[in-house]
């Protein structure tokens, strides 16, 4: 794996591999011993699968999880050997190329007899996971079919067309913890399995948890968790900083600040003029915008320069917003903000969060850092490599 060198991008992403891996490090100690999957859908949930993918198999995850069978063939074709689980398919899904590759299938039932056709196509067996709906009311086979949907699996299994690796459900409120809902998902799920085992299938993972049951239900961990959010060092819990969890944010959102200039009161902002300025202030011009994934309606998010926070004014357009700094007398001087560093999101004290821009945009944590757009540079970097060297 290569990191960045050479000129700093204009607009860019940094991504830590150390703080995943930390992440990673910390979940697993949590979840112990029941195993780790990173889930590593979505571009690792804006992070890049391939880096993130490496880093936390590096850090002890056993498995990896994707929504699509795409996203494991590009893992795969990176030279990736981990077990990896798909889940989420279309009657145009290439189940050959999974089979082929030995990526594993969550199955909710209609799947099933398009994976056997392909697997006696190629002659060689499926890996599937079958997938009972619990309650979440999305993917996973209904409970009143659960046992017709095991009675034609463990007979294409008998045929030699597919082995049944796991069972699997997925919980639908475990980042409210005080919701009876997961009790009743647990003991469902709980009930499928028992179903499952009786009729002779010998399951070698059991799994429900996401991020929030990992962190808060050990009665749902049983025998692989599946750490999305967690692994990226978000919280998915209201109220509950990534710190206080022991987690560390991957992801910082950087890039410098494009123009600078003083404007009198009554001074409007941006397209609309929804915005205009109570009082003589100086207004910084950041070069991103929704083009580049940021939320259109964060108006008011915090951006930092100079480690101060400063609020987002005016609609954000495509592929810039303006801040004000609430000072005169600065943009000509020698302090001038011009050419400084805006930080949109980051790890530490002395940034803003992704939990700031959620808030500000009406959204969560999970699409502020997906959403960032292919015209930001990633750049790779690793804060222990960095802390070593300098402690050199």
Not at 163 to 180: C, I, K, N, T, W
Request: hydrophobic share 40%; charged share 25%; with cysteine.
């Amino acid at each position: 794996m290569s990191f960045s060198a050479g000129p700093v991008p204009e607009r860019r992403v940094d991504i830590d591999l150390a703080a995943l891996r930390h992440n990673v490090r910390h979940i697993a100690e949590i979840a112990s011993p029941a195993r780790v999957m990173a889930v590593v859908k979505a571009d690792g949930y804006g992070h890049g699968a391939v880096p993130v993918a490496m880093a936390a198999l590096e850090a002890g995850a056993r498995w990896l999880g994707v929504a699509h069978i795409a996203e494991a063939v590009e893992l795969r074709r990176a030279g990736i050997e981990a077990p990896i689980l798909a889940w989420l398919h279309t009657e145009s899904s290439d189940f050959a190329a999974a089979i082929e590759l030995g990526v594993d299938l969550g199955i909710s039932g209609w799947e099933l007899a398009h994976v056997v056709a392909e697997a006696r196509r190629i002659e060689r067996p499926a890996r599937v996971h079958l997938k009972i709906d619990t309650g979440l009311g999305r993917n996973g086979c209904p409970p009143e079919q659960w046992e017709a949907l095991l009675g034609r699996a463990l007979e294409h299994q008998e045929d030699g067309l597919l082995r049944v690796v796991g069972v699997f459900s997925h919980l639908a409120v475990a980042d409210e913890p005080d919701r009876e809902e997961t009790d009743e998902q647990i003991d469902r799920f709980r009930e499928a399995v028992a179903v499952a085992e009786d009729a002779g299938v010998d399951l070698e993972v059991r799994h429900l948890a996401n991020t929030p049951g990992t962190l808060a239900r050990p009665d749902a961990h049983f025998d692989l968790v599946r750490v999305g959010l967690g692994i990226y060092g978000l919280s998915p819990f209201d109220g509950q900083s990534s710190e206080e969890l022991g987690l560390r944010p991957v992801m910082s959102f950087r890039t410098t600040i494009a123009n600078c200039k003083e404007v009198p009161e009554g001074h409007g902002v941006s397209y609309g003029l929804a915005y205009r300025t109570d009082k003589r202030t100086t207004l910084g011009l950041v070069p991103v915008g929704y083009g580049d994934g940021v939320p259109r309606v964060a108006t008011g998010a915090p951006v930092s320069v100079g480690g101060r926070f400063y609020p987002v004014v005016g609609r954000i357009a495509m592929d810039q917003f303006v801040i004000d700094f609430e000072e005169t007398g600065i943009a000509d001087s020698e302090d001038s903000p011009l050419g400084q560093e805006a930080v949109l999101f980051g790890a530490g004290g002395g940034t803003p969060t992704a939990d700031d821009w959620a808030r500000a945009s009406g959204s969560i944590n999970y699409e502020i850092v997906t959403r960032i757009s292919p015209r930001v540079t990633r750049r790779y970097v690793d804060s222990e490599a960095i802390d070593a060297e300098a402690d050199q």
